[in-house]
């Protein structure tokens, strides 16, 4: 069981580094930068949270296992931008997998470290969207999920259920159906373009 | 006296958040960007206090009242932005209350955590204008303290007044001074234009 | 011995903080603006590490003299930004120095943390380029080592040789050998103009 869950974090390290690696490329940078990029892109979520409920050194900096896997999606997507770039659809499926496992899986670290559940959810959700938002802070732009689609607020579901599961005694149900909604509820923005209402300042 | 402290703070809190909500509206971004915006604006500098002197979990991550007013904030932003908008010099005036809470509040509780009382200081300007930095980063601009009026020369004025108070051994002496100071200067700022000196590269 | 050490970090701190200061004088700060990116220049790295590996509150938040020096360079630069500004070259070199200082230091600081050797040594980089981006997105820009010049593979490979020094039971060895190589390879960046392979998105 321990062993699934850390593969299964590996993927979704994997599949974020991705992301953070091709933001790189697009961007011009060399070989140190994407590598710098697909790290952030895959542990910055995990290192804020770790920080904040003072589990130091967070797992991602104490762990060489995480920073190996990061870079070999950098080097990847370094050497083959081409046919990475053409798995766009598959790596978006992919990314919202690692996004409900990230989320599901910092809500509970976050209540085992005995957080108030609100805030353990909320924790859930930066564990999520904070590797995301690092990339976007590194490139200079301003992070897409303040501004798109069902991201965070996928998370944060998915995050709520988990603490919710968790209040209820039944924990494994709550992450199950946890992962099935973040992951269901970023298809439905990917393949539905299902969206947050947006402000209108005029 | 402690519910009264907490009041203040919680103050301090809203009319942060709305600084923050109001910047995510302009910038369009949808509801979730901007209650996360309320809450950086809001939290981010009492967080970073907090990270540095030991003390995590952070306040505003094991107390769910500051996410509560935070996000409440934000709602009230998203919703009724006009009225918020028009309401830009009282809001003003409530921010300057606000920082001169948060640079004294920041102040004494390094000093409790026994740092060096210049260091002590600085952290608490830190938690008086961490979050507009934060807010400003995640809309990827310069920050606003950086560049323009007596922003964080006033916080770091307050703080510096508290520190004195608590080295005199008068403390309460030095936290009213302190905040009237940091509250007075920024008024200045705000109706008289007072500024400082600004770099001349050419 | 130790004080040695010591003034060397704090020559590593007051060139770092020239290199803050004059980005922010560039771009029109005013005085606390310009202090700001001066104490971030200098100190970011060093906090972030010490965060990161449980060391707090770290030594640049503690010891009130890295303070001190940052400012006094901060000062400096913005009176007489001229005469800085025309000591570009020497000044590259002394950073080329600090930064060979600041990776070394920090790799050793992280090993006495009982971190992995490889995390160790990226936390010796971290050390190194920190400040560097932490003054560059300060500045809403993306961060100059991400793109240019062998100056994080600089860091990182000095980090590593100290590593090995420590793993092989020979430390002064690695550290005196780290030193030269990452101060020797920046220098082959500045003078003949060395770089890693840049991506090619098309």
Same mark, same amino acid.
């Given at each position: 069981?321990?062993?699934?869950?850390?593969?299964?974090?590996?993927?979704?390290?994997?599949?974020?580094?991705?992301?953070?690696?091709?933001?790189?490329?697009?961007?011009?940078?060399?070989?140190?930068? %994407?590598?710098?990029?697909?790290?952030?892109?895959?542990?910055?979520?995990?290192?804020?949270?770790?920080?904040?409920?003072?589990?130091? &050194?967070?797992?991602?900096?104490?762990?060489?296992?995480?920073?190996?896997?990061?870079?070999?999606?950098?080097?990847?997507?370094?050497?083959?931008?081409? &046919?990475?770039?053409?798995?766009?659809?598959?790596?978006?499926?992919?990314?919202?997998?690692?996004?409900?496992?990230?989320?599901?899986?910092?809500?509970?670290?976050?209540?085992?470290?005995?957080?108030? &559940?609100?805030?353990?959810?909320?924790?859930?959700?930066?564990?999520?969207?904070?590797?995301?938002?690092?990339?976007?802070?590194?490139?200079?732009?301003?992070?897409?999920?303040?501004?798109?689609?069902?991201?965070?607020?996928?998370?944060?579901?998915?995050?709520?259920?988990?603490?919710?599961?968790?209040?209820?005694?039944?924990?494994?149900?709550?992450?199950?159906?946890?992962?099935?909604?973040?992951?269901?509820?970023?298809?439905?923005?990917?393949?539905?373009?299902?969206?947050?209402? %947006?402000?209108?300042?005029?």
């Amino acid at each position: 069981m321990q062993s699934l869950l850390l593969s299964l974090d590996l993927v979704g390290t994997f599949v974020f580094a991705l992301s953070g690696a091709t933001a790189g490329v697009k961007r011009e940078m060399d070989l140190f930068g %994407v590598l710098v990029l697909s790290f952030a892109a895959a542990s910055a979520g995990g290192i804020a949270r770790d920080v904040l409920i003072g589990a130091v &050194p967070p797992a991602a900096v104490s762990d060489w296992r995480y920073l190996a896997v990061a870079t070999l999606a950098g080097l990847i997507t370094f050497f083959w931008y081409r &046919p990475i770039e053409n798995l766009r659809s598959p790596v978006q499926i992919f990314d919202a997998a690692g996004l409900a496992l990230f989320a599901v899986a910092g809500t509970q670290k976050a209540l085992a470290f005995h957080l108030h &559940p609100a805030m353990a959810a909320l924790l859930g959700m930066l564990t999520g969207i904070g590797g995301g938002m690092a990339r976007d802070i590194l490139c200079a732009q301003m992070p897409a999920v303040l501004r798109s689609e069902l991201y965070a607020v996928a998370a944060l579901a998915g995050a709520i259920v988990t603490v919710l599961g968790y209040l209820a005694g039944m924990q494994s149900v709550g992450v199950a159906i946890g992962l099935v909604l973040c992951f269901g509820l970023r298809l439905m923005a990917i393949f539905r373009g299902w969206r947050l209402p %947006v402000a209108r300042p005029h």
